[in-house]
């Protein structure tokens, strides 16, 4: 068994989907932020290392026809195009308790116009499979982030090669704004 090789871009180390390759760097998953990975890595293929977290459960969760083909680390191949990131947002606890959890109707009619930058933490950064908004809903309103789980009024933002959209989360979908 080879212990580092790349299977469509994929970087699959002894066995387990830790990265990909990406332009001129290659993108790990923080669970395996090892010296020695990066070190060969940055050796045989002459890359930057960047570690980011959520990449080996969205690799884990690809099917084996998404990932098939190998090649070896020697090889190059072409670029994988697994540039989407989420970030979430959610109001600063020092924001008044009336602007939380609430439309983006309901805000305005209270008085706190549009969602501003200045007024949100950001409390999670990562990478997705996709840009469907509903996936990403029934992943993160069930899960433990560093505020509370996602919610009304909190903003997703996307990022797909650099380009950012974001989204508000209002009582019954997505509205996008600015930001």
Request: charged letters at 35%; glycine letters at 8%.
């Given at each position: 068994m080879k212990k580092i090789y790349f299977r469509n871009n994929v970087l699959i180390y002894f066995g387990n989907p830790v990265g990909y390759r990406a332009e001129d760097k290659i993108i790990i998953d923080t669970m395996?932020?090892?010296?020695?990975?990066?070190?060969?890595?940055?050796?045989?293929?002459?890359?930057?290392?960047?570690?980011?977290?959520?990449?080996?459960?969205?690799?884990?969760?690809?099917?084996?026809?998404m990932m098939a083909g190998d090649t070896a680390v020697?090889?190059?191949?072409?670029?994988?195009?697994?540039?989407l990131e989420l970030r979430i947002y959610q109001i600063k606890p020092d924001r008044?308790?009336?602007?939380?959890?609430?439309?983006?109707?309901?805000?305005?009619?209270?008085?706190?116009g549009k969602p501003e930058r200045w007024e949100y933490d950001q409390i999670y950064e990562g990478e997705v499979p996709s840009l469907d908004l509903e996936k990403i809903w029934d992943e993160f309103s069930r899960?433990?982030?560093?505020?509370?789980?996602?919610s009304i009024s909190d903003v997703v933002e996307l990022a797909d090669d650099g380009e950012s959209r974001f989204f508000y989360i209002d009582r019954t979908c997505f509205k996008e704004i600015d930001f």
């Amino acid at each position: 068994m080879k212990k580092i090789y790349f299977r469509n871009n994929v970087l699959i180390y002894f066995g387990n989907p830790v990265g990909y390759r990406a332009e001129d760097k290659i993108i790990i998953d923080t669970m395996f932020d090892r010296e020695d990975l990066k070190i060969y890595l940055l050796e045989k293929e002459g890359l930057e290392v960047v570690v980011k977290e959520g990449v080996y459960d969205r690799l884990s969760n690809q099917t084996p026809e998404m990932m098939a083909g190998d090649t070896a680390v020697e090889g190059g191949g072409e670029e994988c195009s697994m540039h989407l990131e989420l970030r979430i947002y959610q109001i600063k606890p020092d924001r008044p308790v009336l602007v939380r959890f609430i439309s983006l109707e309901e805000r305005e009619r209270r008085g706190f116009g549009k969602p501003e930058r200045w007024e949100y933490d950001q409390i999670y950064e990562g990478e997705v499979p996709s840009l469907d908004l509903e996936k990403i809903w029934d992943e993160f309103s069930r899960k433990e982030l560093a505020g509370h789980s996602l919610s009304i009024s909190d903003v997703v933002e996307l990022a797909d090669d650099g380009e950012s959209r974001f989204f508000y989360i209002d009582r019954t979908c997505f509205k996008e704004i600015d930001f």
